[in-house]
């Protein structure tokens, strides 16, 4: 289970209205064509990722410093952290070629989640850390927010009372400590490291939406992450421009 930074301010809004949502389009920077944003769901997988040797030592993602380097002016994304998204949508087009998931969801959650590592001032380390840590609001059963007491003596989250999500991609510690992995090769299964959250994520959202090329995978993945329909919209939102090259 996964929750927003600003769960407070969410409010559920049914699939019907979903997928009635109308294509948008963005105006481009100083007078440029204006960029359409494709309707429907799945997002598109974005651009094409060079083949890397995803077992490489080390942090792996690195080998996607060109590609990353090409883009994160027109998305608004960081090198490092787009060279997370795509590795990890590397490392499950290997691992799971089934499930076919785009370095673009994984971009859409975390834009949303923690503006890519960067909510309230956090930023990025070239190993993937993010510092500092980003913490959801206490779980506490409050307004729009489920009730989860600590599952963890606040080892992770920093609370001993509620549990919090925890990261860029926002995981609580009890999925956390069954869906973590370490990406960025240091040894650590670290939910505040870019990397490891990134293929983190990927790895839930296979595991819960199966073909994430279909339109009932992809909105069965997103609803497991996160169960409302407005959520998966912004998710959608984002993505879908991400894969037009843009900027939501």
Sequence with gaps: M?????????RAVGWAALVTVAGVTLAGCGGAP?????EGIPPGPGAALPAIDVDAPGRAAEQLRGWAEEQPDALGIGTLALEAYGYAAAVMAQSRPDCGIGWTT??????VESRHGTYRGSSVAPDGTVSPPIRGIPLDGGPGVAEIPD?????????AVHDRAMGPLQFIPETWQRWGVDANGDGVVDP???DDAALTAARYLCARGGDLTT????QRALMAYNLSGEYLSDVRDRAAAYSVGTRP
Excluded: F, L, Q, Y
């Design 2 to 10: 996964m929750e927003r930074v600003n769960s407070r301010k969410r």
């Design 34 to 38: 204006r960029v359409a944003i494709p």
């Design 106 to 111: 994984v971009a859409g959650i975390a834009g």
């Design 151 to 159: 599952t963890d003596g606040g080892a992770r989250d920093g609370d």
């Design 192 to 194: 505040d490291n870019i």
């Design 215 to 218: 339109a009932d995978g992809w």
